[in-house]
């Protein structure tokens, strides 16, 4: 069965840490995609980034960054040197390649950061 | 439009009352998706849409929620005889092909029944 665990429920951090979200994923797919979205208090889940299976490269983008190790099923996102305006909530999530089912997308319970000036 | 627009954004509803959420999504975009987020929780997948057929459904909870999307653009999810356990925030989202090209979500429908 397809399962994105997020342990971190709140993190809480003064302005300028650096802070990871950690998510752990489980699949018995080869194929298959990983996202990170942010939910602001307004509540739009704005997408952050995508990654398939095939690609362990990290990536960095500003002040975000991303592990992927397939060897933990891991899939793990930095932000450096944080700001109130990354006070939200995350959300990993995980989707397979499966026929007919477009691509469903399967959330983690979310990690709440509060982001202290 | 420029981004997935859902209406209304907040509804109040009595228990038993029936209830319809509507989703705009992107122009052109083919595959559209409803998903269930209680108070705390992640989205919780509710069903699938490519163009005008309804390829899963597996996630609707009871026989009490229906959707449809009868043009291929629009869609909107009904809930008859609501309950208190429906409220939560309806979201839909829609993509031009699935987890390749990425979902686009819209700011939600926040039900709360009373």
């Known amino acids: 069965a397809q399962k994105v665990t997020q342990a971190q429920t709140e993190i809480s951090v003064v302005e300028k840490e650096d802070v990871t979200l950690d998510c752990v994923y489980e699949?018995?797919?080869?194929?298959?995609?990983l996202f990170w979205y942010k939910q602001p208090p307004s509540g739009e889940l704005v997408f952050l980034i995508r990654r398939n299976s095939f690609d362990e490269q990290n990536e960095i983008s500003g002040r975000y960054s991303w592990n992927f190790q397939k060897s933990t099923s891991s899939f793990n996102f930095t932000i450096t040197a944080s700001q109130v305006v990354d006070s939200a909530v995350y959300f990993c999530a995980l989707s397979e390649t499966t026929y007919n089912q477009g691509g469903k997308l399967i959330f983690g319970q979310g990690t709440e950061l509060s982001v202290k000036p | 439009g420029a981004g997935v627009s859902q209406s209304p954004r907040y509804k109040v509803a009595k228990r038993g009352q029936d209830v319809a959420l509507r989703c705009d999504p992107i122009?052109?975009?083919?595959?559209l998706f409803w998903y269930q987020q209680a108070l705390g929780q992640g989205p919780e997948f509710l069903t699938y849409?490519?163009?005008?057929?309804?390829?899963?459904k597996s996630g609707l909870p009871s026989d009490r929620f229906f959707a449809e999307r009868p043009e291929g653009s629009v869609s909107t999810l009904k809930i008859q005889r609501t309950q208190q356990e429906d409220s939560a925030v309806y979201l839909c989202a829609s993509s031009q092909g699935g987890q390749a090209y990425g979902y686009t979500f819209g700011s939600g429908t926040r039900l709360t029944v009373v």
């Open positions: 849409f490519q163009n005008e057929a309804q390829l899963d």
């Open positions: 122009s052109g975009h083919v595959s």
């Open positions: 699949t018995r797919d080869t194929t298959y995609y």
